[in-house]
């Protein structure tokens, strides 16, 4: 494979660049699991949501998972078609972000493909949790989310791939629970951040 990676240990693998460039040239996975860009403009990169991003998925992986905001979860359940599972919700108590009603309590999470049951599509977390203190990106997710989604979704020992890295959650979280994690980040001041942040020894459970 003519890429290197940004960074790399026992469990996770970084790369730097465009994952439309990038997945074609990796090989399958358990679980794609990602957070894409909500196309709200909070950032300068956030001005679009990529409806590449489900397909791209579903590419590498028979079963997907996709936190696309409120904003973008008629797009997403779209551009999944007939693949299109089901929604979860995140309740996030302490969550303060002003929504279009009112302050917005949970967080929702797309999944589609060859997922079986999980028990509840419903569950707790704190917005607070961040996992290792504030990582440097204006649009990180709380670790316990990406945890209790990795962890419902898949097996120890298993493969996941995040294409939208950021701040590293998912691969930070796939260690924790011991599956391996690669991950594609367009942007290398992420990188730095998520490669810091996977560099720690296995988190306790």
Request: charged share 25%; hydrophobic share 35%; with cysteine.
């Amino acid at each position: 494979m003519g890429i290197t990676p940004y960074y790399q240990d026992d469990y996770v693998t970084l790369y730097n660049g465009d994952c439309r460039e990038i997945v074609p040239q990796l090989g399958k996975f358990d679980l794609a699991l990602c957070d894409p860009p909500y196309g709200i403009s909070k950032e300068e990169w956030d001005n679009v949501y990529p409806l590449w991003c489900e397909s791209l998925c579903f590419s590498v992986a028979d079963k997907i998972c996709i936190t696309p905001g409120l904003w973008g979860i008629g797009q997403c359940i779209a551009q999944m078609g007939d693949k299109y599972k089901w929604v979860i919700a995140g309740y996030k108590p302490d969550g303060l972000t002003n929504g279009k009603i009112g302050i917005n309590k949970w967080q929702p999470a797309v999944v589609g493909g060859d997922i079986g049951r999980i028990g509840s599509d419903a569950f707790r977390f704190s917005q607070r949790d961040i996992g290792g203190g504030v990582c440097g990106h204006s649009c990180q997710k709380p670790l316990g989310f990406i945890k209790w989604l990795v962890e419902k979704l898949s097996d120890e020992g298993d493969s996941i791939i995040d294409i939208f890295a950021g701040s590293g959650t998912t691969g930070r979280a796939a260690k924790d629970l011991q599956r391996k994690c690669t991950m594609i980040e367009l942007e290398e001041r992420y990188c730095e951040i998520a490669a810091n942040r996977c560099r720690q020894e296995v988190l306790p459970l």
